[in-house]
């Protein structure tokens, strides 16, 4: 499991109680643990998009359910951020469509262009480079997933315009456009 050293301060708000306990209504009071995957989603997102340890146990308790259940989830999907990340996270697909295409060269470029290497953020705190497996976008080969959304067919121009927007404040990632 990866640990950071960063401080995360823990902040339950009630409209994020509110959520969750709304997400909790839809499982039995038995079946809390069934909600974890949603829980950790809600959570993450409320408090930039990382899931420090002392955030995880914090789930736990919420959930009733042991510490290490939570860790076990969280460190066995990619989805979930066990350390700060930039404002925008580029996910490249690298499985092999995408390799085949150019995927790897393109995250290579990306790197080189922001300074930093796969899995690191920018000093800045504005970007994170992460290669990951399959997403599902075979046929638009390269592509990335900036938040919930694909940008499919990349190039180094369509990269560069991306990493101009995101820059420029013309990327909100709750209202994103799928670009092509």
């Known amino acids: 499991m990866e640990i950071s050293n960063a401080h995360q301060e ?3 708000t009630p409209e994020l109680q509110a959520r969750i306990d709304e997400l909790l209504g839809h499982y039995p009071d038995d079946k809390k643990k069934s909600a974890l995957l949603p829980v950790l989603h809600e959570v993450q997102d409320a408090h930039n998009n990382w899931l ?3 955030l995880q146990d914090k789930v736990a308790e919420i959930l009733g359910i042991k510490p290490i259940e939570v860790y076990e989830v969280v460190t066995f ?7 700060p990340i930039g ?3 580029f996910e490249f697909c690298r499985t092999s469509c995408c ?8 995250m290579d470029y990306t790197c080189e262009k922001l300074g930093v290497a796969e899995g690191q953020t920018t000093a800045d705190g504005m970007f994170t480079i992460v290669g990951v497996e399959c997403l599902g976008a075979c046929g638009y080969a ?3 997933q900036l938040g919930d959304y694909y940008y499919e067919k990349l190039d180094r121009p369509k990269m560069d315009q991306l990493i101009e927007d995101c820059r420029a404040g013309k990327i909100d990632l709750h209202k994103l456009a799928i670009r092509e």
């Open 10 to 12: 823990i902040n339950i």
């Open 52 to 54: 420090s340890i002392p």
């Open 77 to 83: 999907y990619t989805m979930y951020n066990q350390k």
């Open 87 to 89: 404002k925008f996270m």
């Open 99 to 106: 390799a085949v295409r150019g995927a790897e060269s393109l």
């Open 142 to 144: 390269p592509m990335l």
